[in-house]
C-alpha cells in the first residue's frame, strides 16, 4: 500500500470518528495523474445522492497538458465505489446534526487507487488550540531529549 496524498488539514479541522476505503472512478489520464502523485483534496468533500457516493472539488490536473481533451475538467464530480451496505449506514449517519464525510487519504491497493473517507466531527476553536499546544509542548519535549 503506497499513500500519495493525505489531507492533513482534515486532521486538524475534524474529529474522525470512523473511516471507510473506497475505490474512484477515474479516467485513464486521471489515473496516470493521481499515480504520480498530482492530486488535491484540499476543499474536497464527499456527498452521497441517489445512494452513490460522489468526491466533490478533488483538483487532479491533466496528465499530458497538452494532449488532454478540450472539455476536459479538472475538478469534475467523481463517483466513489463502496457497498450498498457501507452507504446506507453512512447515509444514516450523514443525516445527524454535525457530520460529514471527507477524504482523508489517496493511495494505491494491489494496483487499485483508493480513497479512504472519514466520518467527521468539526472541531471547535478550543479543540484546536488545544492541539496546536499539545503539538508545541511535544516538540519541545523532542527537542530537549534530542541535545541531551
Known amino acids: 500500500m503506497k499513500i500519495i496524498t493525505k489531507n492533513k488539514k482534515a486532521f486538524f479541522d ?4 470512523e473511516k471507510f ?10 489515473v496516470k495523474s493521481v ?12 456527498v452521497i445522492k441517489k445512494e452513490e457516493a460522489f468526491l466533490i472539488g478533488c483538483h487532479i490536473p491533466a496528465y499530458q497538458p497538452k494532449n488532454t481533451p478540450k472539455d476536459y475538467n479538472p475538478e469534475r464530480t467523481r463517483k466513489l465505489l463502496l457497498k450498498k451496505s457501507e452507504i446506507k449506514s453512512l447515509i444514516g449517519k ?10 482523508l487519504s489517496v493511495y494505491t491497493k494491489a494496483g487499485k487507487i483508493k480513497v479512504e473517507i472519514g466520518l467527521a466531527k468539526g ?12 503539538r508545541e ?12
Not at 35 to 46: D, E, H, P, Q, T
Not at 137 to 148: A, G, H, Y
Open 137 to 148: 509542548t511535544d516538540r519541545e519535549i523532542r527537542r530537549v531529549l534530542k541535545s541531551k
Open 94 to 103: 450523514t443525516k445527524q446534526k454535525g457530520l460529514t464525510l471527507i477524504p
Open 123 to 134: 472541531k471547535k476553536k478550543a479543540d484546536k488550540r488545544q492541539a496546536i499546544k499539545k
Open 35 to 46: 499515480k504520480s502523485g498530482r492530486i488535491s483534496l484540499a476543499a474536497c468533500f464527499v
Open 21 to 30: 476505503e473506497a475505490g474512484i472512478l477515474l479516467l485513464g489520464q486521471e
Open 14 to 17: 475534524y474529529q474522525i470518528l
